[in-house]
């Protein structure tokens, strides 16, 4: 793949999630049990980053402010995402800590997160290259010793990585990922990998977990 097609992919994406931003909001009403888990990765009085925050979903799960499940602690909570209605869905809900922005460019200064958030993010990405970059600007927001807390779709595809899965009558791009692919890439990006697993759903495999730390 050529970085000219790997832009016409994140262009195609974008356009889906504004066109079906409605649509996927109702989806995301229900929490599922592997999202609930990553609670306990966020701490009290963190500066929070939610990359593709969608319509705020993970903020009423991490944020006591959020107010809608037991467990949330006090942050400074900072969500973004590519989609203009996506946001607009988010800001109406929750008020303005949501913003439109650019995974690969990040709006935000050196070392001001404690943590970043990627859930069902990285693989949306198209091209090696581009998920490298989108990493680079997330260690440099991360402080020292802050870290990636990343999800990835765990997707049964026995010959081909790039794919495209509907929604809605719509098509979204998926890479398939490998636990050793995720491994390999967040090294390669400056990471000390923490923590690399599958999480379950009645005990069932339905994403990969994988958190680093900016050393």
Same mark, same amino acid.
């Given at each position: 793949?050529?970085?000219?097609?790997? &832009?016409?992919?994140?262009?195609?994406? @974008?356009?889906?999630?504004?066109?079906?931003?409605e649509?996927?909001?109702?989806?995301? *009403?229900?929490?599922?049990?592997?999202?609930?888990?990553?609670?306990? &990765?966020? *701490?009290?009085?963190? $500066?929070?980053?939610?990359?593709? #925050?969608g319509t705020? =979903?993970?903020?009423?799960?991490? %944020?006591?402010?959020?107010?809608?499940?037991?467990?949330?602690?006090?942050?400074? &909570?900072?969500?973004?995402?590519?989609?203009e209605?996506?946001?607009?869905?988010?800001?109406?809900?929750?008020?303005?800590?949501?913003?439109?922005?650019?995974?690969?460019?990040?709006?935000?200064?050196?070392?001001?997160?404690?943590?970043?958030?990627?859930?069902?993010?990285?693989?949306?990405?198209?091209?090696k290259?581009?998920? *490298?970059?989108?990493?680079s600007?997330?260690?440099?927001?991360?402080?020292?010793?802050? =870290?990636?807390?990343?999800? #990835?779709w765990?997707?049964? %595809?026995?010959?081909?990585?790039?794919?495209?899965?509907?929604?809605?009558?719509?098509?979204?791009?998926?890479?398939?990922?490998? @636990?050793?692919?995720?491994k390999?890439?967040?090294?390669?990006?400056?990471? @000390?990998?923490?923590?690399? =697993?599958?999480? $379950? =759903?009645?005990?069932k495999?339905?994403?990969?977990l994988?958190?680093?730390? @900016?050393?």
């Open positions: 793949m050529n970085l000219r097609k790997a &832009y016409k992919i994140l262009a195609e994406n @974008k356009n889906t999630y504004n066109e079906v931003a649509e996927f909001h109702q989806t995301r *009403k229900k929490y599922n049990p592997e999202t609930e888990e990553l609670k306990s &990765y966020v *701490k009290e009085k963190e $500066k929070v980053l939610d990359l593709g #925050c705020g =979903r993970l903020y009423e799960i991490l %944020s006591a402010q959020g107010g809608f499940v037991q467990g949330g602690k006090n942050i400074n &909570y900072t969500g973004i995402d590519f989609s209605n996506l946001i607009r869905i988010a800001k109406g809900k929750y008020g303005d800590r949501f913003i439109v922005g650019d995974i690969l460019s990040l709006p935000f200064s050196d070392n001001y997160f404690d943590s970043v958030w990627a859930i069902a993010v990285l693989h949306h990405i198209p091209m290259k581009l998920r *490298k970059r989108a990493l600007e997330i260690k440099r927001v991360l402080r020292p010793g802050g =870290r990636i807390i990343a999800t #990835c765990k997707i049964k %595809s026995f010959f081909r990585r790039d794919v495209f899965i509907p929604f809605h009558g719509k098509k979204r791009y998926y890479h398939v990922f490998k @636990k050793r692919e995720l390999k890439l967040f090294e390669e990006s400056g990471f @000390k990998l923490e923590e690399l =697993r599958d999480l $379950k =759903r009645d005990n495999k339905t994403n990969i994988v958190i680093g730390k @900016k050393i």
